[in-house]
């Protein structure tokens, strides 16, 4: 199996700056054949279920807002926050669907 | 609206069975792989299964292969899965999730269920 490895467990941020998480993939999740990275970020807020932010490493579901951003390729990922909001309290996880889905252990991102 | 309405859940003592369902509304169920993934209190998501949308292909976590099945009821767009042999490590919140795509069955979930708590204790 795939190990999805996330940086930092825990970060706090203040109001409007940005929050960066990290993601790193035992094995490159770079599908050769369509150049896509099978990748996706969720946020999961406190008794709810996670909720789609990006996939294919860098596109943004609908309705999620342009400050939430993914890059990264191969086996290093990135998810970032600018300007965060109150709003944006929560756990991200990342998940690789290269294979068989694995997530990371998920970030806890708080207040400062 | 895409609705998923997971049911099921409940105390079964080590060794049990449940059966976990999940009622999908609002799209066309059998166009879409759906999944389950668990959560235990506090922790972190794991994938537990995966089928594809005809019901042909199956996909398991080693942790609960031979153990779980899952299977799927076009006709009446329900999702299930049969849990044999249960541990105390089983113990989680599981969801049921859909694949963001139809087609390929390994893709984002872009809907989730709220979730339908299985607890295994003596």
């Known amino acids: 199996d795939i190990v999805v490895t996330q940086s930092p467990d825990s970060l706090a941020v203040s109001l409007g700056e940005t929050a960066t998480i990290n993601c790193k993939s035992s094995?490159?999740?770079?599908?050769?054949?369509?150049?896509?990275?099978?990748l996706t970020w969720y946020q999961q807020k406190p008794g709810q279920p996670p909720k789609l932010l990006i996939y294919?490493?860098?596109t943004r579901e609908s309705g999620v807002p342009d400050r939430f951003s993914g890059s990264g390729s191969g086996t290093d990922f990135t998810l970032t926050i600018s300007s965060l909001q109150a709003e944006d309290v929560a756990v991200y996880y990342c998940?690789?669907?290269?294979?068989?889905?694995?997530f990371g252990q998920g970030t806890k991102v708080e207040i400062k | 609206e895409v609705q998923l309405l997971a049911s099921g859940g409940n105390l079964v003592q080590p060794g049990g069975s449940l059966r976990l369902s999940c009622a999908a509304s609002?799209?066309?169920?059998?166009?879409?792989?759906m999944n389950w993934v668990r959560q235990a209190a506090g922790k972190g998501l794991e994938w537990v299964s995966t089928?594809?949308?005809?019901?042909?292909?199956?996909y398991y976590a080693d942790s609960v292969k031979g153990r779980f099945t899952i299977s799927r009821d076009n006709s009446k767009n329900t999702l299930y899965l049969q849990m044999n042999s249960l541990r105390a490590e089983d113990t989680a919140l599981y969801f049921c999730?859909?694949?963001?795509?139809?087609?390929?069955?390994?893709?984002?979930?872009?809907?989730w269920g709220q979730g339908t708590l299985v607890t295994v204790s003596s």
């Open positions: 998940q690789q669907y290269y294979t068989t889905p694995t």
């Open positions: 294919w490493a860098s």
């Open positions: 999730a859909k694949n963001r795509d139809s087609g390929r069955w390994n893709l984002p979930f872009d809907y």
């Open positions: 089928i594809s949308g005809g019901g042909s292909g199956t």
């Open positions: 609002g799209f066309t169920f059998s166009s879409y792989a």
């Open positions: 094995q490159s999740v770079l599908y050769s054949s369509n150049n896509k990275n099978y």
